[in-house]
């Protein structure tokens, strides 16, 4: 990456930015949380938990799609979840990233962090990152100026107009766009990509907040075979040196991820139905009742 690459991505990414600012679309407001400065500090985990949820349940209009659900993960496992439509997946993760809050219940982020205790920019800003089923990537910037956008950018000690990246800065973004396979597409639109590139430019933009944790909702839906074994490629890399929550149905991609010693968590009816490695939870009776065997 040249310099030249990087100044002019960083006036695009200026110029783009002030006019969503302008038009007041939602992609600008998405713009503005990718900006924010991020205050992470250091997650406690001497406990050996990353995140742990205890006796955690949520109603809406009565019906409870959260039921008294015990989780935790440690630091650096790729833990893998599945479950039937309307488990509860998809909820669970607003919970943890504080966009739904449950009725009652602990959630910790490491043994110190009360995530009840935050909103959801500020547990963004904690170093949990969500990934979205739809890749929402900004279209009509490069894979460049995407990742760039992404870095954690203070902008009242840096006015963005004289934003240059720094060496720390550029050698991550050359490490991110190397680990999600993009390096030769940077200064290609975002748009012009395909379903399964898209996807990785988004875990690439969270990769740019160095998350601790990362959250990803059906990551290969729509993607070719090829893509997804790629994709499980990629999460076997990003394991340990991030913790992982991964929602599916794509019991191959499951199996790819997991291995024999993964732990796979069945989530159905708002709790845990079962838990352990892939092959023992695909052999457990009530898994097969309720999900693997329709
Ligand atoms: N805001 C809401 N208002 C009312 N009901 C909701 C709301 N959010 C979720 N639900 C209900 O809670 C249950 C759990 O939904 P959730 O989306 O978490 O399931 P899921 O396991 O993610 O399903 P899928 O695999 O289809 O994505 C469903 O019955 C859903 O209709």
Known sequence: MTPDLMEEGA?????YTRQRAETGTASGDRAAS??????????????????????VSVSFDG??????????????????????????KTTMMDIITGK??????????GSTIDL?????????????????????????LTVFENLELALKTDKRVRPSMFFQLDSAQRDRLAEVLHTIHLAPHVRRQAGLLSHGQKQWLEIGMLLMQEPKLMLLDEPVAGMTDEETARTA?????????????VVEHDMHF?????GDTGT???LAEGSVLAQGPLDKVQADERVIEVYLGR
């Open 34 to 55: 990718y900006a924010r400065p991020a205050v992470a500090g250091e997650v406690d985990v001497t406990h050996g938990r990353i995140l742990y949820l205890e006796d």
């Open 63 to 88: 019906f409870k799609a959260i039921k008294g659900l015990n989780l935790d993960i440690a630091p650096g496992e790729l833990r893998c979840i599945i479950g039937p439509n309307g488990a509860g």
């Open 233 to 245: 490629e990629l999460f076997l890399t990003l394991k340990g040196k991030h913790s992982l929550m």
């Open 264 to 266: 796979v968590t069945v």
């Open 254 to 258: 499951i199996r790819a991820i997991a």
């Open 11 to 15: 006036l695009r990414v200026e110029t």
């Open 116 to 140: 009840l205790r935050h909103n959801e920019p500020e547990i963004a800003a904690l170093g949990i990152g969500r990934k979205f089923q739809k890749p929402t990537v900004f279209e009509d």
């Open 100 to 109: 739904t809050r449950p009725d009652s219940g602990t959630v910790f982020f």
